[in-house]
């Protein structure tokens, strides 16, 4: 009798959360302050880490940047400077556990507590397996996923403490779906997506429900780190776009962002269409970029 309730029960919450779910569509989302917030971003000297950067400085945000590269980073915070921003830059390599671990003390003792973290290094070699070497398929792991583990286990303390924070794991479309000659970056990408929505669903366990979660899945992004990709239905994406969907996401606690919004329902697709007309979406979408193929570069 209990499990009928309970299903019954069910019912009606699935039933809610559809009409909650349409009513929410029509109603702008409210949007909170960042003004004041202590940002550390990793990645900050390049691509989505740099915009994302001048967005929180826009809004007022203190600044911890860290990069492990220093050109890169103090031009970041040069120009977060001249737009009115406090902050403090680092040259951390984010494949090395000791270094986060250091780094993070070193943060904690010059600036304080930090409020909210954009896990956004990346690291990507576009290459069949047998032409991406070892050293590569390793580094790759330790940016993309490994040091989202150290850097959340460090800063995870004071956020619980307050029960307040915000917690951002920047993966990509390539954490849903695959894509040829990306076999070890796919990879750390569904692991990065299993690890913002395994740490969204154990801060809910735990009650800390102050500190929200959300992880960014982009589509190609025109970084210079992929070289001259392109696809048929999906644009490339520059990175100032994709910095102000990521701002946009984390202003009203979206936990999922794709960009384009779109993205989604290609996977939706996936788990509902048979094998033969996945093949056929594929050939149509035909995604295209430089890679090591047999030891020669093609773009494939």
């Not at 409210?30 to 000297?45: P, Q, W, Y």
């Not at 390049?46 to 600044?63: D, N, P, Q, V, W």
Request: a positive charge.
């Amino acid at each position: 009798m209990h499990i009928v309730l309970d299903l019954l029960l069910l019912l009606l919450v699935i039933v809610y959360a559809y009409i909650e779910s349409v009513v929410k569509f029509f109603i702008p989302k409210r949007r909170k302050s960042v003004a004041g917030d202590t940002v550390l971003i990793t990645g900050a000297g390049h691509g989505i880490g740099r915009l994302t950067a001048y967005e929180f400085a826009k809004r007022k945000s203190r600044l911890v940047l860290w990069d492990i590269n220093k050109s890169g980073v103090e031009e970041t915070a040069a120009e977060c400077c001249k737009l009115g921003a406090t902050v403090h830059a680092y040259v951390v390599d984010c494949s090395n556990r000791e270094e986060i671990y250091s780094s993070v003390d070193q943060v904690k003792k010059e600036v304080g507590d930090v409020t909210i973290l954009v896990n956004n290094a990346g690291a990507i070699y576009p290459a069949d397996l047998l032409s991406t070497k070892d050293e590569e398929i390793t580094r790759t792991f330790e940016v993309n996923i490994l040091g989202h583990f150290w850097i959340a286990k460090a800063l995870l303390p004071s956020m619980m403490r307050k029960n307040y924070g915000h917690i951002v794991t920047v993966a990509s479309v390539c954490g849903h779906g695959v894509i040829p000659y990306l076999i070890p970056y796919c990879s750390s990408k569904f692991a990065a997506v299993g690890f913002h929505r395994a740490l969204t669903a154990e801060l809910e366990a735990m009650g800390k429900t102050g500190i929200k979660t959300s992880c960014l899945c982009p589509v190609f992004v025109n970084t210079g780190f992929t070289k001259n990709p392109s696809t048929r239905l999906w644009p490339v994406l520059e990175t100032d776009e994709v910095a102000r969907s990521l701002i946009d996401g984390i202003l009203t606690n979206k936990k999922m962002i794709f960009v384009p919004s779109y993205a989604s329902i290609s996977f939706i697709l996936e788990k509902l269409l048979p094998e033969r007309a996945l093949a056929a979406i594929s050939r149509i979408q035909n995604i295209q970029f430089e890679a090591l193929v047999g030891q020669k570069i093609k773009k494939k």
